[in-house]
Nanobody, 127 residues
Framework: EVQLVESGGGLVQAGGSLRLSCAAS????????IGWFRQAPGKEREGVSC????????YYGDSVKGRFTISSDNAKNTVNLQMNSLKPEDTAVYYC????????????????????WGIGTLVTVSS
């Protein structure tokens, strides 16, 4: 059974930092793309950042480029999202998601086509 468990959310002031972690189990870590998505109240879900744990290829949404960094720890089957220079507009529920790596050639970008989802963790950035 695929499981994705997020941790690290919380309340932070604007300009601060948070680190989210996604612990993955139930599949071969190297054969999957894992990423972070977010959904703010009244808004559509958006892809924040995704990574191929096999070769380290990454994707970042335009709104987080230069501020967020995604990384994978293959020994721990964990994907981390370091979020710096946080803004109030980064406030959202952040979800970890995963899909098989082989699907990448059929999809628009690395964050497309996610099949498995965690339950989410809330990030609140105060102004």
């Amino acid at each position: 059974e695929v499981q994705l468990v997020e941790s690290g959310g919380g309340l932070v002031q604007a300009g601060g930092s948070l680190r989210l972690s996604c612990a993955a189990s139930g599949f071969t870590f190297d054969d999957y793309v894992i990423g972070w998505f977010r959904q703010a109240p009244g808004k559509e879900r958006e892809g924040v950042s995704c990574i191929s744990s096999k070769d380290g290829t990454t994707y970042y949404g335009d709104s987080v480029k230069g501020r967020f960094t995604i990384s994978s720890d293959n020994a721990k089957n964990t994907v981390n999202l370091q979020m710096n220079s946080l803004k109030p507009e980064d406030t959202a529920v952040y979800y970890c998601a995963a899909r098989a790596l082989w699907r990448t050639i059929f999809l628009p970008n690395l964050c497309s086509g996610m099949r498995f989802w965690g339950i989410g963790t809330l990030v609140t950035v105060s102004s």
